[in-house]
């Protein structure tokens, strides 16, 4: 098995750009996540889902974008990225015991990361 | 939102040194997990604990639950070159919102000169 698979692993930006971060298990994880890791801040959620077609907001969300349509695929999407934004994004899956939102899904397997830099 | 607030930010390890870190937290979790961050990876669970009180180990690394529920402990015996990289620790509070982890800023293990 893969895991999780983060693509890219660099990408560079300039301010106003679009792009999308991808990412792929291949475990059948229902629960799916983005974070982004910055120094001495640890790692901050962006948004997550719980299973397809179900998606919810992290605790730094602005300007960011996801969608679940399989139950492997998980992107990130920056709208119009800008110097903030530079970081780690670690894609994230996990087993869910029990369903929805009261599922549990603490044991994470996480990418590779991709470092982003926007100038 | 909760803080996880972790110590040391960093510390240096010589081979066959036992260390410890902590965390911290203003309020309880239900669930506390250690990471473990290698240089241009993603972070890999090492512990998971449930009750207040647990004491797991796995291999040289043993992980406590504290009593009150708002702090945990990472203790590493006879340090390994391999155990350099960044521990995160992670509490998770059950409640509507996806049972999200909150991650503490880590320590970061470095080998001595």
């Given at each position: ?14 301010t ?67 110097p ?21 899904n ?14 | ?19 410890s ?8 979790f ?84």
């Open positions: 098995n893969a895991g999780v698979t983060q693509t890219p692993k660099f990408q560079v930006l300039k106003g750009q679009s792009m999308t971060l991808q990412c792929a298990q291949d475990m059948n994880h229902e629960y799916m996540s983005w974070y982004r890791q910055d120094p001495g801040m640890g790692l901050r959620l962006i948004h997550y889902s719980v299973g397809a077609g179900i998606t919810d907001q992290g605790e730094v969300p602005n300007g960011y974008n996801v969608s679940r349509s399989t139950t492997e695929d998980f992107p990130l999407r920056l709208l119009s990225a800008a903030s934004q530079t970081s780690v994004y670690f894609c994230a899956s996990s087993y869910s015991r029990g369903r929805g939102h009261t599922s549990t603490e044991k994470l397997f996480f990418g590779s990361g991709t470092q982003l830099s926007v100038l | 939102g909760q803080q996880l607030n972790q110590s040391p930010q960093s510390m240096f390890i010589q081979e066959g040194e036992d260390v870190m902590n965390c911290t937290s203003s309020s309880i239900n669930t506390w997990l250690w990471y473990k961050q290698d240089p241009g990876e993603g972070p890999v669970l090492l512990i998971a604990l449930y009750k207040a009180g647990e004491l797991t180990s796995n291999g040289r690394l043993t992980a406590q639950f504290g009593i009150t529920r708002k702090d945990s402990f990472l203790n590493i015996s006879a340090s390994i070159p391999s155990d350099v990289g960044i521990y995160f620790c992670a509490g998770q509070l059950f409640k509507a919102a996806g049972n999200k982890l909150t991650f503490g800023g880590g320590t970061r293990v470095l080998v001595k000169p």
